[in-house]
């Protein structure tokens, strides 16, 4: 039997072990952590869902002809990024209204992921014949709303079980609000196809604050009379949480902690972020393009203290997608100048 000061002396040893293991995990899960405080699933955790064939389902996906690198406008100078994690499974879509004949003009490109089914992007640009309108139109001008992507049954009835049981809403990549110049580019947003689980902490909150900004860039700056600048956009999914907020010496903490995928019907993406570069022609007319850019990634967490969205350059997103080992992502191969730090803009 114990003493009492070798109970005494047990207690202190034992608590020190705690308390040195406690610090340490403070350091390795600080999102683990955060995700316990008030949410009933990990941070960033797919569910695995039941996909029940709702009514209205479509067949299988109608196939597209992939476009050509040379024909790939909501690229800059046609390139799509390179190096995101992935993405070699991904089916390129062409968005379209239903029912739109062959060989429409999309109204932009969603790099499509099957095994989770949600996008790993979508691209999509404003022009400066469009940046004038920028809300002209308004959500409700949407008819119809969610589509059903055909190929993926019950999609839709499982986005619904899953708002229902927690504070998530269907997150646009290509947002509703920066299309409002066009009725046709409006609703075109509005598939799962271009939707990813948001928690409403973000979707409701700092991200709609910073998709404002954006198209205020766009309509007031990039498609200005005066510039004449095209705003190229991608916005994506990640797979790999923040730690904390960025700071400006260009540092990068990424905390890999991969998304379980076997068997997973539905992902909830653990990180959601935006880069954009507008291109103009400098006002001497010469062949070179001007370049701005920005980006802003942030969290997808329940709780709003847990979100760390930070703005950025377009080079420190591009670190944060990018896997420990791997050569570095590159967003805009098309254009150098977009990932230059000189180039950065706050928006």
Not at 133 to 157: E, M, Q, S, T
Not at 229 to 244: A, F, Q, R, V
Request: glycine content about 6%.
């Amino acid at each position: 039997m114990l003493a009492v000061k070798d109970i005494a002396s047990f207690s202190i040893i034992f608590g020190l072990l705690v308390g040195a293991f406690s610090s340490k995990a403070s350091h390795l899960e600080p999102l683990a952590r955060c995700a316990k405080r008030g949410s009933s699933l990990p941070l960033g955790t797919p569910m695995e869902i039941d996909f029940t064939k709702t009514e209205g389902d479509a067949g299988p996906i109608r196939q597209r002809k992939t476009w050509s690198p040379r024909s790939a406008p909501y690229f800059v100078r046609n390139k799509r990024p390179e190096g995101l994690p992935n993405t070699h499974r991904g089916q390129e879509i062409q968005q379209l209204l239903p029912e739109e004949p062959q060989g429409t003009p999309p109204y932009f490109v969603s790099l499509f992921d099957p095994e989770r089914n949600i996008p790993f992007y979508s691209a999509y640009k404003v022009t400066p014949q469009q940046a004038p309108f920028i809300g002209k139109l308004h959500r409700k001008d949407a008819k119809g709303w969610w589509r059903n992507p055909p190929g993926v049954p019950g999609l839709y009835g499982t986005y619904r079980k899953l708002t229902r049981r927690e504070p998530l809403s269907k997150g646009h990549m290509n947002p509703t609000a920066i299309n409002t110049f066009d009725i046709n580019s409006l609703e075109a947003t509005f598939t799962l196809t271009n939707a990813v689980p948001q928690y409403i902490a973000s979707n409701s909150g700092p991200w709609k604050i910073f998709e404002a900004n954006i198209r205020r860039y766009a309509k007031e700056t990039c498609g200005s009379r005066a510039r004449n600048g095209t705003l190229y956009l991608l916005t994506g999914t990640s797979e790999y949480d923040m730690e904390g907020i960025i700071a400006d010496n260009g540092n990068v903490n990424v905390f890999h902690s991969e998304v379980f995928l076997d068997d997973v019907k539905l992902a909830i993406p653990r990180a959601l972020w935006t880069a954009g570069c507008c291109v103009w022609r400098d006002s001497n007319h010469t062949k070179d393009n001007r370049a701005e850019s920005f980006a802003v990634m942030t969290n997808n967490a329940k709780d709003s203290n847990c979100l760390n969205q930070t703005e950025m350059s377009v080079s420190q997103v591009e670190k944060h997608l990018t896997p420990r080992g791997w050569p570095l992502v590159n967003l805009f191969p098309g254009e150098e100048s977009c990932r230059h730090t000189e180039n950065d803009v706050r928006l």
